[in-house]
């Protein structure tokens, strides 16, 4: 079974930086696509960042290059988001996926296995 756990969210203020950690269990994780989305209130999830496991490819969203990274690390099943210069618009929950084999697009659409989400709250 495909588990997927957030962590790292909270309340900061503009211009902080928060680290989100997604650990995963239950598939090869080196042969999958791990996704970051987010959803504000009243919007559509969005795909913020994307990451190919077994190759390191990765994808950012417009809004956030330049400010956020996503890396993983294979020994431990884990992805990571660092989020640097956090603006209020940044405040959604964020959710981790799964999917294999990996998706052509960083959309929700594309990714079946999901976490709980963790809330990230950037106060200006």
């Known amino acids: 079974e495909v588990q997927l756990v957030e962590s790292g969210g909270g309340l900061v203020q503009a211009g902080g930086s928060l680290r989100l950690s997604c650990a995963t269990s239950?598939?090869?994780?080196?042969?999958?696509?791990i996704g970051w989305f987010r959803q504000a209130p009243g919007k559509e999830r969005e795909g913020v960042s994307c990451?190919?496991?077994?190759?390191?490819?990765?994808f950012y969203a417009d809004s956030v290059k330049g400010r956020f990274t996503i890396s993983s690390d294979n020994h431990k099943n884990t992805v990571y988001l660092q989020m640097n210069s956090l603006k209020s618009e940044d405040t959604a929950i964020y959710y981790c996926a799964a999917e294999w084999p990996r998706p052509n697009e960083c959309s929700r659409f594309y990714f079946g296995s999901w976490g709980q989400g963790t809330q990230v709250t950037v106060s200006s």
């Open positions: 239950g598939f090869t994780f080196d042969d999958y696509a």
């Open positions: 990451i190919g496991t077994s190759d390191g490819s990765t």
